[in-house]
Every structure is written in structure tokens, then in C-alpha cells.
């Protein structure tokens, strides 16, 4: 089966520790992103990654980290520097360039406490 | 920066009532993408609009993208309870990344 995945789907965790999102997809994509949803605000852009061993800053990177040592995988960790982690993340993933329709994941929903 | 507004936030309609939402941008867009997403569940893609008032149908869905290409709206005819769910209009503007917005929330009410 072709697709995206991401685990845990529920995390927990305690305030001031650091904790990492699994995602992984076997499309052969290029590209691929991770979001926050929050209630009311939509998808806000985390990091996103068009190559192997590079990736931006999206919109709300404060907080966060990337790693893209492989075209599968695109872990994402919520340090204890993020001030409100608690929220939905969907990674997605797609072609390179422009015009391309992403794939997303289950989601993992993440609480700190 | 590059900004999608997305309208309205929520909308309850008996089924079989029709239902519009509409999603503006502050800049023009190369192409616009919508997305649904079920409750509980994930966006998935349902189509990609890029040419100046370009008209899409999907069953009972029609999408339109404005003359502009700063407005896009999604219209869907007859609403089932199976239409429920988050739907998000993403745009781009060149080799840039989708700016999702807010999203509508559709509620039917059988």
C-alpha cells in the first residue's frame, strides 16, 4: 500500500520535554511538510522539505526541529521551547514544484502537560 | 505576507439545502487547491483550479476560481450527511508553498 504514515496518533507528555513525530511515506516524494492545526486557525506550516538533506522554515518553526536524512522519513521534535505544543500535527507529503496536491498523514495529537 | 481568508467558519444546513463557501486572497494566485477533512480524520485533496475562471464539477460539488485569481468558492447541491466535515481552500502563489485557510465547517443536519 502506497501512502503516508505517522505515529503515535495520541502522544502525551510532560511540560519541558522534548518529544519527536514519526512520518514516513513510500510515494517517492520529494517534498514533504508538516502542519499544527488548532481549533479555528486551519494548517499553519511548520518546516517543509523539497530535497534530502534540506529543509525551511515555514510560518511557525519557533519551537521546533526537522531532520531529512532520508527521502522517506521527515521526523519532526517539539522541543521544550515551543510555549504551546499542544495541538494537531499532519505531515504531507507531495511532488516538488508547483501545482502538486499533498498527501497527508492520520495526524499525531500531541498534550502537554 | 500572503494571506487566505476563508468564509464563513461554520455553516448548519438541513440536508438537502445547498452550501457555499468562499475563500478570498490578498494576493493572486497561480492555482488554489481544496481540501476536505472528515471529522477525526485528515485533509484529503479533492481538486486544483489554475486558469482564470475555471468552473469544476464533481458530482455535486462545482468549484470556481474568479477572474482575478484572488477568489475561489466551493458549492455543493443537495447536501448529504456524508458531506460533513472541514473544508480548506490552499493557494500558491508561484514556486511558493500552499497558504491553507481557515477552513468552513459543515454541519448537515439529517
Known amino acids: 500500500d502506497g501512502g503516508i504514515t505517522q505515529s503515535p496518533k495520541y502522544l502525551f507528555r510532560k511540560e519541558g520535554q522534548n518529544v519527536t513525530l514519526s512520518c514516513e511515506q513510500n510515494?517517492?516524494?520529494?517534498?514533504m511538510y508538516w502542519y499544527r492545526q488548532d481549533p479555528g486557525q486551519g494548517l499553519r506550516l511548520i518546516y517543509y522539505?523539497?530535497?534530502?538533506?534540506?529543509?525551511q522554515k515555514g510560518d511557525i518553526a519557533e519551537g521546533y526541529s526537522v531532520s531529512r536524512e532520508k527521502k522517506e522519513s521527515f521526523p519532526l521534535t517539539v522541543t521544550s521551547a515551543q510555549k504551546n505544543p499542544t495541538a494537531f500535527y499532519l505531515c504531507?507529503?507531495?511532488?516538488?514544484?508547483?501545482?502538486?496536491?499533498?498527501?497527508f498523514g492520520p495526524g499525531t495529537r500531541l498534550t502537554v502537560t | 505576507g500572503q494571506q487566505v481568508m476563508q468564509i464563513p467558519q461554520y455553516q448548519h444546513v438541513q440536508e438537502g439545502e445547498d452550501f457555499t463557501t468562499y475563500c478570498n486572497s490578498s494576493?493572486?494566485?497561480?492555482?488554489i487547491q481544496w481540501y476536505k477533512q472528515r471529522p477525526g480524520g485528515h485533509p484529503v485533496f479533492l481538486i486544483q483550479?489554475?486558469?482564470?475562471?475555471e468552473v469544476k464539477k464533481q458530482k455535486r460539488l462545482t468549484f470556481q476560481f474568479g477572474e482575478a485569481k484572488k477568489n475561489s468558492s466551493l458549492h455543493i447541491t443537495a447536501t448529504q450527511t456524508t458531506d460533513v466535515g472541514t473544508y480548506f481552500c490552499?493557494?500558491?502563489?508561484?514556486?511558493?508553498?500552499?497558504?491553507f485557510g481557515t477552513g468552513t465547517r459543515l454541519t448537515v443536519i439529517p
Open positions: 510515494l517517492n516524494h520529494d517534498a
Open positions: 522539505s523539497q530535497i534530502v538533506n534540506d529543509f
Open positions: 504531507a507529503s507531495s511532488m516538488a514544484g508547483q501545482g502538486y496536491e499533498q498527501y
Open positions: 483550479l489554475v486558469k482564470s475562471g
Open positions: 494576493t493572486t494566485l497561480s492555482n
Open positions: 490552499a493557494g500558491q502563489t508561484g514556486a511558493n508553498n500552499l497558504f
